[in-house]
């Protein structure tokens, strides 16, 4: 079982570029959801989806946008990254009981 | 709005030591509340949910709704307990599932 399944898992960007972070889930769960881990600050949600085509802001979504490209995939986008973006980025995606998680990527922008 | 509040970063213990890990929160209705652990190395995964009442890996978690709280219990601490724990919310099955700060346990020998 796959479950959800993050890409890349390590990334490394320069100030001002772009990159898109892509997360899949075959559970056929509909919400889905995008969080940055921080030191001290713990899970901060950026985007969630409730169901393919919605989305909704979470705590943190300046700086970020995202895609819920059908009901398996929802990908995080930074258009012009900042080293305040440095982060441990999550994707998880949830049924009826529980939410199950990317195993996460590790971004640094410079 | 809602919120999630754990008050300590960092609970150190002794093995079989008990451990209490403190969550409160805000929301006006009747939310769904849950423990998330993280170990090293490994990927966030539900502990216990407050709406199955069950003991999983010897942990606890009792619903307050009077003083709006969800705290996590283990009468006897372990080794393997060492971890990071979340205590997360959701006020409507299909809505924002957000968590608290964290709280890192520590079980020392």
Known sequence: NAGVTQTPKFQVLKTGQSMTLQCAQDMNHNSMYWYRQDPGMGLRLIYYSASEGTTDKGEVPNGYNVSRLNKREFSLRLESAAPSQTSVYFCASRGEIEAFFGQGTRLTVV | ?109
């Open chain 2, 1 to 109: 709005a809602q919120r999630v509040t754990q008050p300590e970063k960092l609970l150190s213990v002794f093995k079989g030591a008990p451990v209490e890990l403190k969550c409160n929160y805000s929301y006006s209705g009747s939310p769904e509340l849950f423990w998330y652990v993280q170990y090293s190395r490994q990927r966030l995964q539900l502990l216990l949910r407050h709406i199955s009442r069950e003991s999983i890996k010897g942990f606890t978690a009792d619903l307050n709704k009077g003083e709006t709280s969800f705290h996590l219990k283990k009468p006897f601490a372990q080794e393997e307990d060492s971890a990071m724990y979340y205590c997360a919310l959701i006020p409507v099955s299909w809505g924002k599932l957000q968590f608290g700060a964290g709280t890192q346990v520590v079980v020392t020998p």
